[in-house]
């Protein structure tokens, strides 16, 4: 009788966790949150393809429905990559006007995931630049927010950097995209404000020294498009 009520128990118990939800991880979170946002099931079979790519979007940023109907019209986007790619692509740029910054002895920056493809360490040579003052926070997003020139990498195929760009004030800050990635592909994806894109090959220090020299006086003007 007791082996009886124990499978019982047994029985019922196993019949209650499949009542019982499995907590969310983190990606499956935001991908409900992509699809409440932007209601991803209206725009076509690729429904699934425009939610997950459309999760790699600043949580700030609104993409146009008209742009995710031409990213299900295009057809040939199955991939997450692809339809991300092609949803930067086709987003409108967030507007960020650049204020020159004054003219003084000394800029703050911060540095971030720098790629280093040569023999120059391109974040040592930076902290012995006469001129510049690394910012250290707590978090990047407060280093960022504090320091004047930022120099950045892309963020990966994903382009994680726009997640950084979209939380801080970009009017005063000079904007560094140190990438691989050329610089078409940097502008087409990066829905922010890019002031110089550089690849992560200088020869020297002195190469890397003298770089920084042209981007201080970059930064303290405003180059006019006549």
């Given at each position: 009788?007791?082996?009886?009520?124990?499978?019982?128990?047994?029985?019922?118990?196993?019949?209650?966790?499949?009542?019982?939800?499995?907590?969310?991880?983190?990606?499956?979170?935001?991908?409900?949150?992509?699809?409440?946002?932007?209601?991803?099931?209206k725009y076509g079979p690729l429904?699934?393809?425009?939610?997950?790519?459309?999760?790699?979007?600043?949580?700030?940023?609104?993409?146009?429905?008209?742009?995710?109907?031409?990213?299900?019209?295009?057809?040939?986007?199955?991939?997450?990559?692809?339809?991300?790619?092609?949803?930067?692509?086709?987003?409108?740029?967030?507007?960020?006007?650049?204020?020159?910054?004054?003219?003084?002895?000394?800029?703050?920056?911060?540095?971030?995931?720098?790629?280093?493809?040569?023999?120059?360490?391109?974040?040592?040579?930076?902290?012995?630049?006469?001129?510049?003052?690394?910012?250290?926070?707590?978090?990047?997003?407060?280093?960022?927010?504090?320091?004047?020139?930022?120099?950045?990498?892309?963020?990966?195929?994903?382009?994680?950097?726009?997640?950084?760009?979209?939380?801080?004030?970009?009017?005063?800050?000079?904007?560094?995209?140190?990438?691989?990635?050329?610089?078409?592909?940097?502008?087409?994806?990066?829905?922010?404000?890019?002031?110089?894109?550089?690849?992560?090959?200088?020869?020297?220090?002195?190469?890397?020294?003298?770089?920084?020299?042209?981007?201080?006086?970059?930064?303290?003007?405003?180059?006019?498009?006549?």
């Open positions: 009788m007791r082996e009886i009520i124990q499978k019982t128990g047994k029985f019922f118990r196993a019949i209650g966790q499949l009542f019982v939800a499995e907590p969310a991880d983190k990606s499956t979170i935001i991908a409900r949150k992509v699809c409440r946002k932007y209601r991803a099931w429904d699934i393809f425009i939610e997950i790519a459309a999760s790699y979007f600043p949580e700030n940023y609104q993409l146009d429905e008209e742009v995710l109907k031409a990213a299900n019209a295009a057809g040939n986007i199955y991939s997450p990559k692809g339809m991300l790619y092609f949803l930067l692509s086709h987003a409108r740029k967030v507007e960020a006007p650049r204020q020159p910054l004054p003219i003084k002895t000394s800029y703050s920056y911060v540095a971030w995931q720098k790629i280093n493809l040569s023999k120059v360490d391109i974040v040592t040579t930076l902290t012995k630049h006469p001129r510049l003052i690394e910012i250290r926070e707590e978090t990047l997003e407060l280093s960022a927010a504090k320091a004047e020139i930022l120099i950045l990498s892309s963020g990966g195929d994903y382009f994680e950097v726009n997640h950084l760009l979209s939380k801080i004030d970009l009017t005063n800050k000079y904007v560094i995209i140190c990438s691989v990635f050329d610089e078409d592909e940097i502008r087409d994806h990066v829905l922010y404000r890019v002031d110089r894109k550089i690849s992560p090959n200088f020869k020297s220090e002195n190469e890397c020294l003298s770089f920084i020299d042209e981007i201080i006086r970059e930064a303290t003007t405003i180059t006019l498009n006549i």
